[in-house]
């Protein structure tokens, strides 16, 4: 019986195998990522400052020579003016930067989530993709502020739905607030330019120190010596109240006042006068095409590292809107954390502190965005109430000299430092061209949106729009993530030099 056929194959050459795989491997990754872009993810570039400084166009980074600190300043994408400057720190006031040797970046590229808002609406404050009402081959990337069905208007810098002014909670305030003073950044020889602190009270390099504080004694803060400020005469009846509520022995407050905007100044010279206390709607990254500044913003947010080494006594933070005062006590004998109004012996709000109190760096928030005092400590809001609405009856401008103070904390047998120290305001939205939502209310119909840009001054959006309203099939997507930012780099070998883009990893974030 002959032997059964049998078959046989020859091996396949190794170097052919591999290369085979790299190949296949290589088509299965660009049918993946063809797969991926068409249905799930895809990258849009910013070009244009209508969302800065949350989301930036091109842009030339610069670092304040003086404090160090880092900003962007919008650019032409096309050269159609000069982008060498000077232009301003929005910290310190140094006027004179120089922006001829900053290299010029892309804007910021995004990875969108196409699918986003295939199951639901997009949420109120959500920054979103979508299609140009008037080219729709054109991708725009705003906040979307009014959902389909409501009337949306803009009044006095704040948004209103159905007549309703609109509170942002926590999460929403964070992408939206705009830092007008880091105490972590502040020019050598100048301690003083936005903060003024009382004598026990030690500056670090981010914030401040109380080691030997005052002690109680009897008396009134009325009573007690001056300080050697001309800060102590700026004080309102509203920050006495405050003090003196307590009982008959008052505790001594060492205080640090907010003094107000930055001054200008060239370095050389002596800082010019001082305006009011409250920050004006400034945008930095406007600063080579247009001077943005046209109202002042009173919806400001304080932000803190508090660490309490030891004593018995309280810390204080107290915020003023123009209107009234608010101020938040942190009892560190009965654990307490109290928020009081204006001339009101009875707290809004008391709750302990169950978490270690000694010690340990908490991170305290407090706002006054949008008609609404809110607290949170380590990023949970504790404490959070609507605010009746206020006509410009009443309302006081103040300065650094006279008027209320704007933002200021102090102590009382206590050893406390503050570090991280950042002052925020709110977007005002301005009127822009007024066509939509300005005026009167606009009216949204089924499966229509209205949307605004961070950078109000400067944005084209709902507001001006010849349609103000966005249709639900226009929506591309939700940005999740600043991906691939590049900056400009060069090689140099001998007489020869190559102009590169490099990564810039710093700029690489999640959008929330």
């Keep these: 019986m002959s032997e059964p056929d049998q078959q046989t194959v020859a091996p396949q050459p190794r170097h052919e195998g591999g290369l085979r795989y790299v190949v296949e491997s290589l088509i299965s990754l660009a049918i993946a990522v063809l797969l991926v872009r068409s249905f799930a993810v895809e990258g849009y570039i910013i070009s244009t400052g209508s969302m800065a400084p949350y989301l930036l166009g091109y842009h030339k980074q610069v670092v304040c020579p003086d404090c160090r600190f880092s900003f962007a300043v919008g650019v032409p994408v096309d050269e159609t003016y000069e982008s060498n400057g000077p232009v301003s720190c929005p910290n310190c006031g140094q006027t004179q930067i120089d922006l001829e040797h900053v290299p010029r970046n892309e804007g910021d590229q995004l990875l969108v989530q196409k699918l986003a808002y295939l199951f639901r609406q997009p949420n109120r404050w959500e920054v979103v993709v979508f299609q140009n009402p008037s080219r729709p081959v054109q991708a725009y990337v705003k906040r979307v502020v009014g959902l389909p069905g409501e009337a949306i208007q803009v009044n006095a810098g704040d948004v209103f739905i159905n007549g309703d002014l609109i509170r942002k909670n926590l999460a929403e305030q964070r992408s939206t607030r705009i830092p007008i003073c880091s105490q972590q950044h502040h020019p050598d020889g100048w301690d003083d330019l936005r903060w003024q602190a009382d004598e026990p009270w030690q500056t670090l390099s981010n914030g401040f120190d109380l080691r030997n504080p005052k002690r109680e004694r009897g008396g009134t803060v009325q009573d007690s010596p001056k300080r050697g400020s001309s800060e102590e005469s700026a004080l309102t009846d509203t920050a006495n109240h405050f003090e003196s509520k307590t009982s008959a022995t008052q505790p001594t407050f060492d205080w640090v006042n907010y003094r107000g905007d930055a001054p200008q100044r060239d370095g050389t010279k002596l800082p010019k006068a001082r305006g009011p206390q409250w920050p004006a709607d400034d945008y930095a990254y406007n600063g080579l095409s247009e001077r943005s500044s046209r109202f002042w913003s009173r919806d400001l947010m304080s ?184 900056q400009p780099g060069r090689i140099k070998l001998g007489s020869s030099e190559w102009h590169i883009r490099v990564p810039d990893w710093g700029r690489i974030r999640y959008i929330r």
């Design 303 to 486: 932000s803190m590292q508090l660490e309490l080494h030891s004593g018995r006594g309280e810390f204080i933070l107290v915020m003023h809107d123009g209107w009234e005062a608010f101020e938040l006590r942190l009892n560190a004998d009965t654990r307490e954390l109290s928020l009081y109004a204006a001339n009101n012996d009875k707290p809004l709000h008391v709750t302990k502190l169950a978490n270690q109190l000694w010690r340990r760096q908490m991170l305290l928030e407090m706002s006054l965005f949008d008609r609404q005092i809110l607290v949170a400590i380590d990023g949970d809001t504790i404490f959070s109430q609507k605010l009746p609405l206020r006509t410009n009856e009443g309302l006081t401008v103040g300065n650094a000299e006279s008027g209320p103070v704007a933002v200021r904390f102090g102590a009382s047998d206590l050893q406390v430092s503050v570090r991280d120290l950042v002052l925020y305001r709110d977007v005002y939205y301005t009127r822009g061209d007024a066509k939509h939502g300005v005026k009167e209310p606009h009216q949204l119909g089924d499966n229509e949106y209205f949307f605004l840009g961070d950078n109000s001054p400067v944005s084209l959006d709902s507001r001006s729009w010849p349609d103000a309203v966005v249709q639900d099939h226009m929506l591309l997507g939700k940005p999740f993530m600043v991906h691939l930012p590049s």
